[in-house]
């Protein structure tokens, strides 16, 4: 490698010591009820809440539903992983000191498996607290319902919003292995052809694309989870509809018109939203909503008796027309009527 290359590998190795100062992971629990927010942060060696005195207010919560205690002392891990880090710093200082590519390569394989270990960890840890309940001695229980917070990204819990994403040392040790993969596709490139290397260089640029811009509806848990809107269990997989904002964050409604009460509730966040309704013809299947007709009739009643369906085609709406009577609605009608029928405005 050549001395510049040596010198963004160093630092890019050194930056894994701010890892000792910084939170990785921070996952928080959003709800009505609380609305400063509850959560905590995983650190290297600890684990503390997001604001003062919240991991005891997440373990009396944790109580009612027959959840284990969190007790960071007792978590193993968060003893073992200062000295893995040390060990990715080290191979990190080592290549950047002999210069060798191969050396790079070996620090990057292991940045790689020492990520998909801890994700497997805390996935295995997740899952634990979430589905092993005390149901003889939880005041509240709900059959089937586990509460495993997400691995990443947003996930419906009751009447909780869970969130898990990398917290500001976390972003640091992904800065850290996207500059030293930077470095080795650079002196990939640099020492060879293009020709031999562009085939390479596609393939993970489309899989970083893919994985970073991945976007599409979370599927819906029948019977589990609750609509963002009127807070009733969504059920019926006729009618269920989905917004997702410009951050991958789902809220998920058992009608329509309690998507539309949403989008007119909050248009700010639904301007910039992706929509998604289900195709009546096609029970479960969430489609986008600018591919869809919508069809307003009373003789078929959705969960919150507007009538309000989705079909693929306009082919398809003449059809449910025809069978159940009705008209064919734009989406501005469609809020325009809920809003009226429901006395919504803007910022309620």
Request: charged fraction near 20%; glycine fraction near 8%; proline fraction near 5%.
């Amino acid at each position: 490698m050549n001395r510049w290359s040596r010198l963004i590998i160093t630092v890019a190795a050194l930056a894994l010591a701010a890892t000792y100062y910084l939170p990785l992971w921070h996952i928080s629990l959003d709800a009505p009820q609380y609305p400063e927010g509850l959560g905590f942060r995983i650190w290297i060696n600890k684990m503390t809440g997001q604001n003062p005195g919240d991991l005891d207010k997440i373990n009396n919560l944790n109580h009612y539903i027959g959840m284990k205690k969190i007790h960071p002392d007792s978590i193993k891990e968060l003893k073992v992983m200062p000295w893995i880090m040390r060990g990715v710093m080290m191979f990190g200082l080592l290549a950047a000191i002999t210069g060798r590519r191969s050396w790079l390569l070996i620090w990057l394989i292991l940045f790689v498996l020492v990520s998909i270990a801890g994700f497997v960890d805390y996935y295995k840890w997740g899952y634990d607290y979430g589905h092993n309940l005390d149901q003889e001695h939880a005041i509240i229980k709900v059959p089937g319902m586990s509460y495993q917070p997400p691995l990443i990204g947003y996930k419906k819990l009751l009447n909780f919003t869970a969130s898990s994403w990398p917290d500001t040392g976390g972003m640091v040790a992904i800065a850290s292995f996207l500059a030293g993969l930077g470095v080795f596709l650079f002196e990939l490139r640099r020492k060879r052809p293009a020709g031999k290397v562009a085939g390479a260089t596609a393939v993970i640029a489309l899989f970083l694309l893919a994985s970073c811009g991945a976007s599409g509806p979370i599927p819906i848990q029948y019977g589990q989870d609750a609509c963002d809107y009127c807070s009733m269990t969504i059920a019926d997989q006729n009618f269920a509809a989905e917004l997702v904002n410009h951050k991958g964050k789902a809220y998920k409604f058992d009608s329509i018109e309690c998507l539309a009460a949403y989008c007119v509730k909050s248009p700010t966040q639904s301007d910039h939203a992706s929509l998604y309704v289900t195709d009546r013809n096609h029970p479960g299947r969430l489609v986008e909503l600018e591919k869809t007709s919508l069809v307003g009739t009373e003789r078929l009643r959705s969960p919150m008796g507007m009538g309000l369906v989705a079909v693929g085609s306009a082919v398809a709406a003449d059809s449910v027309k025809i069978a159940y009577g009705g008209d064919t609605l734009s989406w501005d009608r469609v809020k325009q009527r809920v809003a009226e029928d429901w006395h919504v405005a803007p910022g309620e």
